[in-house]
């Protein structure tokens, strides 16, 4: 449609793009220009060309918070997306368990605050719930200072990130599997399908499109992880909860490394950004399946 | 099929008790001293005193906070609304100049993760001397919810029939009169999905609250709980008691509102 006049449509974009563009796109570019410089946010800033990229590449610490944040990925992509997928399978399966999907987005709404401090408590090696439960089976012994011990504060972020988001997930596969015309699956089980075969062979290819989401956010999410890992352990003990956004966050504002942190910026950036872009190739390709 | 259901019952039961094992330890622990949150993890608490939550409330400071955040939400989810829609009724509903580039502009932010642009930003805000303020929150806030807000309300709004706005318009309808009569009353179940997340995200962002923010009486929940927790980190009935205050007046509102909840949180991901 034509507009009454030529600038009212500006006018009407304005506001959003001002806030926008002050708040996101000005700085996203500062961003990459200070990638260049060494700077320490308060003196000249000095040109220093691709020297901080080059440096990031050869930081073993900004190396393995990579290897950290993949582990967690692959560990979330099972203890939220596979594990959301199998609870939506069964909340789907019959009437009366809405109510467990209901409950189970619980943690998705809390502040992550909230959760880390009370998971830190869970983990507690004194009074933690979990120390309570081995006390109670009897084998005290397999009590550990679980956040403080290298071996297993990675698998315990993990743990606790499955226990927010597999809800969410849930409820984006039960969203999915409600989409799913009832005469397929009802033609299938006339046939003498069971149930579970229908499940996977019917209904989970069907919201094909709802899981590779799931898959693209929790990936390009899990990258940008920073809440639990700053609070539950901060990057520790001795680096082994490292992911990158900690690392980023320790060196702008602890070291005072802005141009440097601006290309660990850059690089998580276009980590994100790349997978995203991939990912739309990949599902370029796989257009021809149902879309949900 | 029917006979296998307590298979389902008992692993969705195991997988509950495990989910709501913290919650309710949380909350039971918020009525026990520190002795028997040592030595009886599991069971009831002994005696039953809502004074605790007071404590939290008022001598933690958490009321401050809560008035912190209940402000910034307030404002940065108004102000997202308004803006975002408007931008999306241009986008949807007119042609004109440069329009498929703005968009592109404004799609490039639902791709664009936050560390991307949080360094630059705090040395903007620092050097505008927009950092620390009762409102330094809002406009970081407001840039980051706007993409996806734009982006949903224009897909609501490219729904809508095209003869709803050219009967306005032989009607003599304004382009803001077609906004505010007829965009805007159509937006409703729009309006509630960005209301969400845009509230809940702003409700609990902790990054750039804990960049922001120092001063005490500015904080938000999120980064406000954090001090709380360091300030009094050995009186644990105390913390119980603050998780809790927190936690059960949003699971409250949750399910009163849970539809219009996990609609917010999650239609943006799968539109």
């Known amino acids: ?292 | 099929m029917k006979k296998f259901s307590w298979v389902f019952h008992l692993l969705l039961s195991i997988y509950s008790l495990f989910f709501a094992a913290p919650l309710i330890w949380m909350a039971l622990s918020a009525f026990k001293g520190n002795d028997e949150i040592f030595d009886k993890p599991f069971s009831l608490p002994h005696s039953y005193n809502f004074k605790v939550f007071l404590d939290a409330w008022s001598v933690g400071g958490l009321s401050k906070y809560f008035i912190n955040s209940a402000l910034i939400t307030g404002i940065s989810t108004l102000v997202v609304l308004l803006s975002a829609s408007l931008a999306a009724f241009a986008f949807s509903r007119f042609d004109f100049k440069g329009s498929k580039q703005l968009l592109m502009l404004f799609m490039i932010g639902l791709l664009l993760p936050i560390q991307s642009y949080f360094i630059s930003q705090n040395k903007l805000f620092e050097y505008l001397h927009l950092k620390d303020h009762k409102l330094s929150l809002v406009i970081p806030y407001v840039g980051l919810g706007i993409p996806l807000a734009t982006w949903l309300f224009k897909a609501y709004l490219d729904s809508l029939p095209k003869e709803l706005f050219e009967a306005a318009r032989v009607d003599g309808g304004s382009d803001f009169a077609m906004y505010r009569y007829v965009a805007a009353p159509l937006l409703k179940p729009g309006i509630a999905t960005v209301a969400v997340f845009t509230a809940l995200g702003t409700w609990n962002e902790f990054l750039l609250a804990m960049i922001y923010i120092q001063n005490e009486s500015y904080k938000t929940i999120p980064i406000g709980l954090l001090t709380f927790s360091s300030r009094y980190s050995t009186d644990y009935q105390l913390l119980f008691a603050a998780l809790t205050v927190i936690t059960i007046p949003m699971i409250i509102i949750y399910i009163a509102f849970n539809r219009q909840i996990v609609a917010g949180l999650t239609e943006g991901s799968l539109k």
């Open chain 1, 1 to 292: 449609m034509k507009p009454s006049s030529r600038w009212t449509p500006y006018l009407f974009i304005a506001p959003a793009l001002f806030f926008f563009a002050f708040a996101v796109l000005l700085p996203m570019v500062g961003t990459v220009f200070a990638s260049f410089f060494q700077w320490d946010g308060f003196h000249e800033p000095i040109f220093v060309g691709f020297r901080n990229y080059g440096r990031a590449l050869q930081d073993t610490i900004f190396l393995q918070s990579f290897w950290h944040v993949g582990i967690y990925v692959i560990a979330t992509i099972f203890l939220e997306v596979a594990i959301g997928l199998i609870l939506a399978g069964i909340v789907t399966s019959r009437k009366g368990f809405n109510s467990y999907r209901i409950a189970l987005f619980i943690p998705v709404l809390l502040p992550t605050v909230v959760i880390s401090v009370l998971w830190r408590f869970v983990f507690n090696a004194d009074f933690g719930l979990i120390k309570g439960f081995l006390d109670a089976i009897g084998k005290p012994e397999w009590n550990h200072v679980w956040l403080g011990d290298k071996r297993f504060a990675l698998l315990a972020i993990c743990f606790v990130s499955g226990w927010i988001y597999a809800g969410f997930y849930l409820a984006i596969f039960y969203a999915g599997l409600q989409r799913v015309p009832k005469e397929i699956t009802e033609a299938a089980a006339i046939d003498g399908a069971k149930s579970w075969k229908i499940f996977w062979k019917i209904k989970v290819p069907m919201i094909r499109r709802v899981w590779e989401v799931s898959l693209l956010i929790c990936i390009t999410g899990g990258i940008q992880g920073f809440d639990l890992f700053y609070i539950m352990t901060n990057g520790g003990p001795y680096y082994a909860t490292e992911v990158p956004t900690t690392y980023m966050v320790r060196s702008v504002f602890r070291d005072g490394e802005v141009g440097f942190g601006s290309s660990l910026a850059v690089i998580v950036t276009s980590a994100v950004l790349i997978i995203g872009f991939i990912y739309s190739k990949v599902r370029a390709k796989s257009a021809e399946a149902v879309e949900y």
